[in-house]
């Protein structure tokens, strides 16, 4: 369990993905636009790796979602976990972007990490993707231009940066 998010006067609870949501991970993917789809899902990349981790779980990886009754309102994950310094991604549902979703999913996983002893956090993001990288700026990740063999740019926030 993540710290619980609090959305429109409710406190959500942000919690880890299991079997049997597989058909709520597919509506949310399935609701994506053409925009969130190119800077987020190309290939359906991120579709596969959640269904994949649902379905068979994996300890190199954490997933949490955030669930509203029966549907997904976005969710937060690490790739390599068991690294020191593992990769965040995060999405919210479309018609809920801007109303800082994705800054509480942020702040609850930084959290994690930092309870985790982990010495911070690495992404890769779309350089079309302002909204994101605002985010992470933000939230004190820096750019260190465009990741080795890849179109994406490259953010680190470092902990120890933040103790200085
Ligand atoms: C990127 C994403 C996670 C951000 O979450 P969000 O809930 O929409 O963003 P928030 O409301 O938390 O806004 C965070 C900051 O982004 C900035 N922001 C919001 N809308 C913006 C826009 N249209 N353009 C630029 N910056 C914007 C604001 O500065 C905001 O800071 P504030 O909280 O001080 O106002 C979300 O839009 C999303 O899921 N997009 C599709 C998937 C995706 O791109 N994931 C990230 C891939 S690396």
């Known amino acids: 369990m993540l710290k619980a998010i609090a959305f429109e006067?409710?406190?959500i609870a942000l919690?880890?993905?299991k079997s049997g949501d597989e058909e709520m991970?597919?509506?949310?993917f399935d609701r994506m636009?053409?925009?969130?789809?190119?800077?987020?899902?190309?290939?359906e990349y991120n579709?596969?790796?959640l269904l994949k981790f649902c379905q068979k779980g994996d300890a190199t990886r954490k997933y949490w979602l955030l669930v509203d009754g029966n549907e997904?309102?976005?969710?937060?994950f690490f790739l390599d976990w068991n690294m020191k310094i593992p990769t965040l991604g995060v999405a919210v549902r479309d018609d809920l972007r801007g109303r800082r979703l994705g800054r509480s999913l942020c702040e609850a996983?930084?959290?994690k990490a930092k309870q985790s002893r982990k010495g911070g956090i690495m992404l890769t993001t779309h350089p079309a993707n302002a909204r994101a990288q605002t985010?992470?700026?933000?939230l004190g990740f820096r750019c260190f231009g465009i990741a080795r063999n890849c179109v994406e740019l490259f953010y680190i926030l470092n902990f120890k940066d933040e103790t200085k």
């Open 72 to 76: 997904m309102l976005g969710y937060v």
């Open 135 to 138: 985010l992470y700026e933000s």
């Open 47 to 49: 579709r596969k790796g």
């Open 109 to 111: 996983a930084i959290e």
């Open 9 to 11: 006067g409710k406190t």
């Open 25 to 28: 991970v597919n509506a949310f």
């Open 33 to 43: 636009g053409g925009e969130s789809r190119a800077v987020f899902n190309r290939g």
């Open 15 to 17: 919690r880890e993905a």
